[in-house]
């Protein structure tokens, strides 16, 4: 396989809030060409909000996928996301492989993260 892009389907029962939500409250960049639910997250993917006739409620089992925003500092982001209403369920973990990881969620629970590299 040779893919030319990298796309992430978010399929929701809330597809305004979950729109507001990347597109308002974390940032990032609408790709209408793409869709109204389609925003661009700085690395070359795109992630797509849509509703799906099958997908009711919240993530049954939201660590199953993790949506990872690397950015220069997990701390400084967290910090602006909190200010915003983002609830993070872990906060500045440091990992073996020497990063830092914050993990906040969307509103419909999925887990996405801040990676940043530790600072010296």
Same mark, same amino acid.
């Given at each position: 396989m040779q893919a030319n892009q990298f796309a992430i389907n978010?399929?929701? @029962?809330? $597809?305004?809030?979950?729109? /507001?939500?990347y597109h @308002?409250? !974390? +940032? !990032? /960049?609408?790709?209408t060409e793409m869709g109204d639910g389609a925003f661009a997250t700085g690395g070359g993917a795109v992630i797509f909000i849509d509703g799906h006739s099958e997908t009711h409620g919240p993530a049954k089992e939201p660590q199953r996928v993790l949506v990872d925003f690397f950015v220069n500092d997990a701390e400084t982001e967290r910090k602006a996301l909190e200010?915003? +209403?983002?609830?993070f369920i872990r906060k500045e973990g440091k990992e073996?492989? +020497? +990063? $830092? $990881?914050?993990?906040? &969620? @969307?509103p419909d629970g999925n887990y996405?993260? &801040? !990676?940043?590299m530790a600072q010296q």
């Open positions: 978010f399929t929701t @029962d809330q $597809v305004e809030a979950m729109k /507001a939500f @308002d409250t !974390l +940032g !990032l /960049a609408p790709m200010a915003k +209403g983002v609830k073996y492989w +020497g +990063g $830092v $990881v914050s993990t906040f &969620l @969307d996405c993260q &801040l !990676l940043s």
